[in-house]
């Protein structure tokens, strides 16, 4: 058996009987005499149930080994929680804790045994679920017969048991055995400043200065001192009226401390809103509450998480088309791809060269970051994807990576209309008074696409196509959208497009190349709501030009 631990008359040993663990205390009686009285009490302590307190299971009166048997509580006394450095405590689990005395014990009042008259921190037991019990009440005729065999006990009670006993009974009962419910009432107030302080009683938390012996303290208590001897109390953050009742439940005239119902009702008012169930329900209570707050917590992260994940996403799809971000997100490989036909969009502006020699780079900066501002909101509003900018060339393409039909020539072609419009109303902020002049070129053609690079990854186009297009705008002329004979061939096929020759161009690589101007789109052409938009918006801007960049955003 293991040994539990042990008073100075009895031993408290770990046994198994009928296969479940038992709580075995020995008690060293040399002659024992089996009363009317032990006999009766040990019928009492066999009829009590309660789940504040210890279960018993049997005795045992065969000489030497008279044993009491009792339930086993798995993690020891009350003592040797607080004593454990590791087990951090708060009010609710001290509540939990002294609302499972105060129910134990209020229930013992009640029934046949009436009182403990033994109570102390060592006989409450803690259980699996931290909920406490009461252990080694009643029996008190055949624990008579242990306290009288002198012969086997040099001191007993140990002086230390008589800490947490009434000067009442200190005074009237050698052994301080003799209890009382108000004497019950004095002990658990003393338990209830080791809860709170987890120091033993009377012990002081100035330990150098006052080092009292358990025989001065109980002479001190015995003596009735005025004021009266009681444990220091180091309350902190002590809920209102606890202390009040502390020092009730230790008053020197018994008379004066509540009884048991009176301290269940103080307790439920105090800890009225704080849960004073038991530590374990209350422990899933909090972790509720803590897995609430924590989906809480979760979902803001969450919602922190996607609003951060779409900026970055936006991000990408500022140098990647949105289709391809969407294939490599999805883990997928994207391979280059060649596309029959789409159309390219280059555009440069008119003496952008001069223009920069004669102003200042902060200045250049601004007019470009102006201008690319004005064609990226314009451009959003076509399906064409941005392929990039050069200086003060813009590239835009339609026609991939998803394919459009022959939608492609169509967009870029009033993109562009809408473009030239633009820069008609452009503002030069450093020179007001100057014209902004922009040349477009514009070619349809095959070509091949694909990501390149893995650092600073972009989506390049690769082809003749892109070369022509870009010698459309550099033989083109200012404010003139020139258009090669295949974008022609299909802007001619939507019946809308205002288009003119330009006559023969020579295009380096392809000789001399019959070429167009697109002049505009027939006024009873369809009118998309993105036209009709950015109409209201440029006749908005001539009545009322814009200070300081700020454009007007359609709103569908
Ligand atoms: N784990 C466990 N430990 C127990 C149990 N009952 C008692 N103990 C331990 O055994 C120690 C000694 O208990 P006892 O022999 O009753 O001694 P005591 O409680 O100091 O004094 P008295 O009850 O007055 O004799 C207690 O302090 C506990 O640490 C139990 O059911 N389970
Ligand atoms: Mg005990």
């Not at 709170?196 to 150098?208: C, D, G, N, Q």
């Amino acid at each position: 058996m293991d040994i539990l631990g042990g008073s100075s008359f009895c031993g408290m040993k770990l046994g198994i009987y009928k296969g479940v663990k038992v709580a075995v205390k020995s008690l060293k009686i040399r002659k024992l005499h089996i009363s009317r009285n032990v006999l009766l009490e040990l019928k009492q302590i066999k009829d009590i149930t309660h789940d504040n307190l210890v279960r018993f299971v049997g005795f045992c009166p065969d000489e030497p080994y008279i044993v009491l048997i009792s339930e086993f509580v798995s993690r020891g006394s009350l003592r040797d929680l607080l004593d454990n450095d590791t087990f951090k405590t708060d009010w609710p689990f001290r509540f939990s804790i002294i609302n499972d005395i105060t129910e134990g014990l209020a229930f013992l009042h009640q029934s046949p045994i009436s009182f403990h008259g033994r109570l102390k921190s060592t006989n409450c037991v803690v259980d699996g679920r931290f909920m406490v019990k009461l252990t080694d009440f009643g029996l008190r005729s055949l624990l008579a017969q242990v306290d009288r065999d002198l012969q086997y006990i040099q001191h007993f009670p140990t002086t230390d048991s008589l800490l947490w006993t009434a000067p009442e009974h200190l005074r009237n009962d050698i052994f301080g055995y003799q209890g009382s419910q108000k004497g019950d009432v004095y002990s658990f107030g003393i338990i209830l400043q080791e809860i709170v302080t987890r120091l033993k009683p009377f012990e002081s938390i100035e330990k150098e200065n006052h080092v009292y012996k358990p025989e001065a303290i109980i002479y001190q208590v015995k003596m009735g001192a005025i004021p009266p001897f009681r444990p220091e109390k180091f309350l902190v953050d002590h809920p209102v009226d606890f202390l009040d009742m502390l020092n009730l439940c230790v008053h020197e005239n018994p008379a004066s401390r509540p009884n048991l119902p009176s301290i269940k009702q103080q307790m439920k008012r105090i800890t009225e809103g704080m849960g004073s169930g038991n530590f374990l329900d209350n422990l899933l209570t909090r972790m509720e509450q803590y897995a609430t707050n924590l989906e809480q917590l979760v979902e803001e992260k969450t919602s922190a998480f996607l609003e951060e994940k779409k900026k970055s996403e936006e991000l990408l799809y500022q140098v990647i088309p949105r289709y391809i971000a969407e294939q490599l997100k999805a883990g997928h490989h994207v391979k280059p791809e060649t596309f029959e036909s789409v159309t390219i969009f280059f555009s440069d502006i008119v003496g952008f060269t001069a223009l920069s020699a004669e102003s200042s780079a902060m200045q250049v900066v601004d007019l470009l970051n102006d201008l690319y501002t004005t064609f990226d909101a314009i451009i959003g509003n076509y399906d064409v994807y941005k392929v990039e900018t050069i200086g003060d060339a813009y590239m835009v393409v339609s026609g991939l990576p998803v394919l459009n039909g022959n939608e492609h020539a169509r967009e870029i072609a009033r993109m562009s209309l809408r473009l030239r419009e633009a820069i008609h109303n452009f503002k030069i902020r450093h020179r007001p008074g100057r014209k902004m002049q922009i040349r477009i070129g514009i070619h349809t053609g095959p070509c091949a696409a694909g990501v390149v690079g893995l650092k600073m990854p972009r989506y390049c186009l690769f082809g003749d196509t892109v070369n022509t297009a870009s010698r459309m705008e550099s033989s083109g002329e200012a404010n003139r959208i020139h258009v090669s004979p295949t974008s022609k061939t299909i802007l001619d096929t939507f019946q809308t497009f205002i288009i003119s020759v330009r006559g023969e161009v020579e295009l380096k690589g392809k000789g001399k190349v019959v070429t167009y101007w697109l002049e505009g789109e027939a006024v009873d052409a369809l009118m998309t709501n993105a036209d009709f938009f950015q109409h209201l918006e440029s006749e908005i801007m001539n009545e009322f030009p814009p200070s300081n960049n700020c454009f007007i955003q359609p709103v569908c």
